[in-house]
């Protein structure tokens, strides 16, 4: 198993985006723009979460379904949004369970989750664009082949990550991964938020599992931030 994995992926992207889907994937995008659709995440953070994670260090996979698609919420990680925006209901409900799951958490102020990616977790939505105000928007036009892609080379390539799958569409996902923990529950969207999320306490399993591999766990609590 490659030691460095920023030459795996590399490789992965450089392959990816010669591919035909990607090319017809990302010419799609690019005539919705053309066309005055405002897409989300910005051209900028659409693959922002590859941009930040450190592929070195990465512990903890979760799948989220397609970005925000209100007013400059997305930011190319799944669930998260900029400091200076609300905090959605779903990542509302995130906190709550994580504050059940682990006391000492302190809900943060903002919905800025780049302190998860720091330690090491990979925020991914399965889609990663969107037109605004049309959720689902872009279902089926390349996404999905791509970040499928992306689960495979992390299950080959990486031993012991831990796989979070909230709700009936993340945990189809499943059959891509092999020799990983797989944690699922309901989505923690206000549907089904105590259909089973509310009580899963996944990020202190996630912990012991990580511990239990010799891994540093995951600090869930997040730095509030002056804006």
Do not use: R
């Amino acid at each position: 198993m490659i030691k460095n994995k920023d030459i795996i992926w590399k490789n992965f992207f450089k392959k990816e985006k010669k591919k035909d889907y990607f090319i017809k994937l990302i010419k799609k995008i690019n005539i919705d723009i053309i066309h005055n659709k405002i897409v989300y995440p910005k051209k900028k953070y659409i693959f922002n979460i590859f941009n930040k994670i450190n592929f070195n260090k990465l512990k903890v996979v979760i799948l989220g379904q397609d970005p925000y698609y209100g007013y400059n919420q997305a930011n190319g990680l799944a669930f998260s949004v900029m400091p200076n925006i609300k905090i959605p209901p779903t990542l509302k409900n995130i906190y709550k369970a994580l504050k059940f799951d682990i006391p000492d958490f302190v809900i943060p102020k903002h919905g800025y989750l780049i302190d998860w990616v720091n330690e090491g977790v990979m925020l991914l939505n399965c889609i990663l664009t969107v037109i605004k105000g049309q959720p689902q928007s872009h279902y089926n036009i390349g996404w999905e082949k791509f970040t499928d892609n992306v689960i495979k080379i992390i299950t080959l390539n990486y031993n012991n990550i831990v796989f979070l799958l909230w709700g009936s569409y993340a945990k189809k996902k499943s059959i891509l991964i092999k020799k990983n923990l797989i944690l699922t529950s309901s989505h923690p969207s206000p549907l089904s938020f105590y259909k089973g999320f509310y009580s899963c306490k996944h990020f202190s399993k996630t912990n012991k599992y990580l511990i239990f591999h010799k891994k540093k766990p995951i600090n869930w609590n997040i730095n509030n931030i002056i804006f």
